[in-house]
């Protein structure tokens, strides 16, 4: 899941990762869900509920525009929780300002921003490792997505040695990199070539040079015994 995935590539370097999902519901979703998983396992490593739930309640913020439906009282218990959770996570102006300052610094939470329509394009996060994407992109915004995930960073450590972040990731749940080519027409081929590039050929490519190596090994080993 997510958050596995995170504690091994963001985590261990202090970098953060953005969720972004298709509409406010899935927003607050995704956050429970989330909160959920961070703070079972802050609980197994040994931190108390509250302490873990505090915690995982912290690495989060979500980051969404406000409907005039969200205070509107509702006899559908699902739609009620919605509505509730839309209200307690929504920030303001200020809120926003404060928490985006927060994700772009070193040691500061959150560590996650989820989004479904604010911050998809023209936001600088150069700390922003990987991109969760779960809402269908298409051209100049699936590009401007990827582009702004994929920027280079060096974190300084106190020490004074840098960690390096030489590219970004994107964990594509939805399918919108098949996409990819189609919004790339716009570009000069050679300006965007290898711009993506399948896992699975990738993985074909390594299991045929791996074969080559063994191959290669074995007519030396028989050529040492000639």
Request: with cysteine; net charge negative.
């Amino acid at each position: 899941g997510i958050w596995e995935h995170f504690k091994a590539v963001c985590q261990p370097d202090g970098f953060k990762a953005q969720i972004v999902v298709v509409d406010r519901e899935a927003v607050i979703l995704y956050r429970a869900a989330l909160a959920a998983v961070i703070a079972a396992d802050l609980e197994r490593s040994g931190m108390d509920a509250e302490a873990a739930q505090a915690k995982a309640d912290a690495m989060i913020a979500c980051v969404y525009s406000r409907s005039q439906e969200d205070n509107k009282p509702s006899e559908n218990p699902d739609v009620a929780a919605l509505r509730a959770g839309l209200e307690a996570h929504f920030l303001d102006a200020e809120a926003e300002k404060a928490v985006k300052k927060r994700f772009k610094a070193f040691g500061e939470e959150p560590s996650f921003l989820i989004v479904c329509d604010k911050l998809l394009t023209g936001f600088d996060a150069p700390i922003e490792h990987v991109m969760y994407l779960d809402k269908p992109l298409k051209e100049h915004n699936l590009l401007q997505a990827i582009a702004r995930t994929n920027r280079t960073h060096s974190i300084p450590r106190p020490d004074g040695s840098e960690i390096a972040k030489p590219h970004g990731r994107i964990v594509d749940y939805i399918g919108v990199t098949n996409h990819l080519d189609e919004a790339l027409k716009s570009y000069r081929s050679e300006d965007v070539e290898h711009a993506l590039r399948d896992i699975a050929i990738l993985r074909n490519d390594l299991k045929e040079a791996h074969a080559r190596y063994r191959a290669q090994k074995r007519a030396m080993k028989l050529e040492g015994l000639a």
